[in-house]
């Protein structure tokens, strides 16, 4: 007999592989061999995950049909199987390989718009946290500032795409009503975070991205301004940390040591 770790291998892969026969030792209610039952196993797994990846990502599906969907996805689940019982964490990988899938080509924003819903699921579960009062700053002198390091919020998340993939996921999400989008019009860097209950997801101007990075890196204000500038030579400042607190991004702040009131 088989050691039980090879067993669950053979199992594993044949589930997977429709070339493959049915793993040794499976037998029906009759005791014999049964084929046809694991092919409907095997199918019902593969239906599973594919219906897993449609609720994940409703606005891809939208956009490209029910049967092309079905068929990428499905392409999908064979290459990348679950790595984790918890299928909340299943499809993260899914944005990449429709990336690279051949046949959605024709829509180079799809990608795009699978990382935006991407980044919402991954909002949406994220841990909880309280965003920081506003007033708060306004203990904080001005040379305090530049040496201030801010704390995001454990949700947020930002997308950068070079096509208006935040416009067009915008009409594909329910209540959103498709039109036609220049592909070429331009690109659109995007934030998403949950503050409260509800996820939000919202346009950021240009710098923000790079300004926002910087900050999950640990870069002091001044650090992150520059990464910021370098993007953007017309980066405002004050503008981008009015929008990251309105939205709720961020939950506090470390000053330097040397400016640390006693």
Not at 9 to 26: E, H, K, M, N
Not at 39 to 55: I, M, Q, S, W
Not at 220 to 241: K, W, Y
Request: aromatic letters at 8%.
């Amino acid at each position: 007999m088989q050691p039980l770790a090879e067993r669950q291998r053979s199992f594993a892969a044949a589930l997977l592989a429709p070339a493959l026969p049915a793993p040794i030792g499976l037998i029906g209610p009759d005791g014999e061999p049964s084929p046809r039952r694991f092919a409907v196993y095997r199918n019902n797994v593969v239906v599973g995950l594919t219906e897993t990846l449609k609720d994940a990502f409703p606005a891809v599906h939208r956009i490209v049909g029910a049967d092309f969907f079905r068929a990428m996805a499905r392409a999908y689940v064979m290459v990348e199987p679950p790595r984790s019982p918890i299928m909340l964490d299943y499809g993260a990988g899914f944005p990449d390989f429709i990336q690279g899938f051949e046949p959605a080509a024709v829509l180079p924003y799809l990608a795009d718009v699978a990382r935006i819903e991407r980044a919402w699921t991954e909002a949406y579960h994220a841990p909880e946290a309280s965003p920081i009062d506003p007033k708060a700053f306004t203990t904080i002198a001005p040379d305090e500032l530049p040496g201030m390091r801010l704390m995001l919020h454990p949700s947020l998340r930002v997308v950068r795409s070079e096509f208006p993939a935040l416009t067009i996921w915008q009409m594909n999400v329910a209540g959103g009503i498709p039109a036609p989008v220049d592909p070429a019009a331009g690109g659109e860097d995007v934030l998403v975070v949950r503050p409260l209950a509800d996820v939000e997801v919202r346009s950021i101007p240009e710098g923000s991205l790079e300004f926002i990075q910087a900050l999950g890196d640990g870069r002091p204000v001044l650090a992150a301004l520059e990464a910021a500038l370098t993007a953007n030579s017309r980066f405002d400042l004050s503008g981008n940390l009015s929008d990251l607190l309105g939205a709720g991004a961020l939950v506090g702040y470390r000053l330097a040591p040397d400016t640390r009131r006693p």
